[in-house]
């Protein structure tokens, strides 16, 4: 069983920038391939990011680019999201996700979620 913490959220003023952190408590964290999703309120949550096992492989979702970099430290078994320049629109809960091995971006891929981080951005 894996369980995943995510923090870092909070209140930001629209141009300022967090970094996100997906803890994980298992020793093999290094196996799991890790995505980040969020859900705005009144919508379906949506893939953002993912990272493969290594950290070689990255994928974001069209309105992450540019401004959102996934990043992962195994010897913390750590995976983190910074996020730049961000607008009232990237208001919503954040999650972390984790699978055994394969990156993907649909969320059915992944075995294991956190309880999510609120990211709220004022204009």
């Known amino acids: 069983q894996v369980q995943l913490v995510e923090s870092g959220g909070g209140l930001v003023q629209a141009g300022g920038s967090l970094r996100l952190s997906c803890a994980a408590s298992v020793r093999t964290f290094s196996s799991y391939a890790v995505g980040w999703f969020r859900q705005a309120p009144g919508r379906e949550r949506e893939f953002v990011a993912y990272i493969s096992t290594g950290g070689t492989f990255t994928q974001y979702a069209d309105s992450a680019k540019g401004r959102f970099t996934i990043s992962r430290d195994n010897a913390k078994n750590t995976v983190f999201l910074q996020i730049q320049s961000l607008k009232p629109e990237d208001t919503a809960v954040y999650y972390c996700?984790?699978?055994?091995?394969?990156?993907?971006?649909?969320?059915?891929?992944?075995?294991?979620w956190g309880q999510g981080t609120q990211v709220t951005v004022s204009s």
């Open positions: 996700a984790a699978n055994w091995g394969a990156i993907a971006t649909a969320e059915s891929a992944y075995d294991y």
